[in-house]
Every structure is written in C-alpha cells, then in structure tokens.
C-alpha cells in the first residue's frame, strides 16, 4: 500500500500543470471597462462635445491611455465585438485597438459602421483596423453607394486610410476612389463631404501619377458652381499645390529610380 500510494504521488508529480483557465467573455469585458473606468477624465469628457462627439456614454478617456490598456489586453476578436455592443464611447475605441484584423468579416465591418452616430466610431476603426483586412476595398465601394451619413463617410475615410497603410495596392485602385470621390462631392451633409475631401487629398499625396489625377478631379470639382463640391475642390488644392507636398512628392520619385 506504501509502495502503490508513493507511486501515485510521483506521477501527479510528473504531471504538467493545468493550464489557467480564460476567464469568460462577460468577466472580461467587464474588467476591460473598469480598466477603461479607471482612466475616466470629466473635464475630457466635457470637452467632447466642442469636437461634435456625443459624451453621453463616455467617461472621456485619452487615446493615449486607451491604447495602453489595449497594450495590456492584445489581440482578442471576441472581446473587441464584446466592447463594441456595449455602445460605450470608450469601450468601442478601445474594441478597434485589441480586434485582429484576420477575423474581422464583412458582417462585422457593416454592422459596425451602421451602429455608429459620430466621427470618431466611423474613423478610427477605417484607420487602425478596417484598412488592415481583405475586405476593405470591396466595403469602399459599398459604402459609397450608401445613403447612411456615418457608412458613407465610412468609405471615404476607409479610403483615405488605405492611401497610408496599403502599401501594395495599385494605382488603378486609387484611380478608381477618384471616380468615386467625384460621384460623391455633391453630397452636402458635413461629415461626408469632409471625408471625401479627406480622400482626395490622401489619394493626392500617394505618389506622383495620383497627384496629377487628383488635381485634375479637383480643378473639375473647384469649377462647378455648387457650393460643396467646389469647397472640396478648392481645399484640395490648397493642400496638394503646395510646395511641401510637391517636395515630398518629388523625393519620392527620386528613391524610386
């Protein structure tokens, strides 16, 4: 009996530590937002609204510091749709810091953007997030054809972040924005037209062939005699005619050669 019960001693010995279970979905999301909580700024908060956010369901935390608790969270696709659904200003920030690229899908990316009632919902995961996965182009063409103010910002600002951070994509892509930025410019609605001229601009600044194509389509737009497409034109040249853009436009063609 000694013998059998050491035995059985040195095997639970031998036996590899069971590893910690995950805490649940809920539990987590839940110390996601307490973490959030802890960082809450009132005076950020207030100030929300000078920028035409919503502060109702905010605690007004940085960016700075929702991306540190991000940091300390990493990748996690469910817990990011998790914090989406709570329709907390704060937890769907911090939703497009920690989602993984990879899983996103085109339901999720339209589900998204038709929740979403300001700027800051429709920009930031078009920028840090959206752009990153093999859905985005089909979803700027999509949404521009959308009636929804946020959804059709969304392909605009989609766009113009796919000008930073798609690095591969070829010109005909772009080219292909500007007809669509063109069709767009006449919407009068605040928010799209500043994400359309948002998009020209971008797609100016990309290299030298787009350039020329973006000024053409700005010129066109600059002439018309409607208000909001000629304030989108004129605005983009501005920025595009300008000696620092043309700088670094030019020393990108030189590193090219």
Same mark, same amino acid.
């Given at each position: ?23 649940? /979905? ?11 909580? =802890? ?16 502060? +109702? ?59 979403? @009632? ?13 752009? #990153? ?23 605009? $600002?989609?766009? $113009? =972040?796919?000008?930073?951070? +798609? ?11 500007? @007809? ?14 500043? $994400?359309?001229?948002?998009?020209? #601009?971008?797609? &100016?600044? #990309?290299? =030298? ?23 989108? &034109? ?14 670094? /436009?030019? $020393? ?6």
């Amino acid at each position: 009996m000694k013998r059998a019960a050491s035995s059985e001693a040195a095997l639970r010995r031998k036996r590899p530590a069971a590893t910690a279970a995950v805490p649940a /979905l809920a539990t987590r999301c839940a110390e996601a937002v307490a973490a959030l909580k =802890s960082h809450a700024d009132p005076a950020a908060r207030d100030g929300m609204r000078r920028y035409a956010i919503p502060n +109702d369901k905010a605690f007004g935390v940085s960016m700075r510091d929702v991306q540190a608790v991000a940091k300390t969270l990493g990748r996690d696709h469910a817990l990011a749709e998790a914090l989406w659904q709570t329709d907390l200003y704060d937890a769907r920030m911090l939703a497009c810091y920690i989602d993984d690229p990879a899983a996103v899908t085109p339901a999720q990316m339209d589900r998204w953007m038709a929740s979403v @009632d300001n700027w800051a919902h429709c920009d930031t995961p078009c920028f840090v997030l959206f752009d #990153r996965t093999p859905h985005a182009w089909k979803k700027v063409q999509q949404w521009a054809g959308k009636r929804e103010e946020f959804v059709k910002r969304g392909a605009f $600002a989609l766009l $113009a =972040s796919l000008t930073v951070h +798609d690095k591969q994509a070829p010109d005909e892509n772009y080219l292909h924005g500007l @007809d669509l930025i063109e069709q767009a410019a006449g919407d009068e609605r605040n928010f799209v037209k500043k $994400a359309v001229n948002w998009a020209l #601009r971008s797609i &100016g600044k #990309r290299n =030298s062939k787009l350039h020329a194509a973006a000024v053409a389509v700005a010129q066109r737009l600059a002439a018309l005699p409607e208000a909001t497409p000629r304030w989108i &034109g004129k605005d983009a040249l501005r920025e595009l005619n300008s000696a620092a853009v043309k700088s670094r /436009l030019a $020393a990108k063609s030189r590193k090219a050669i």
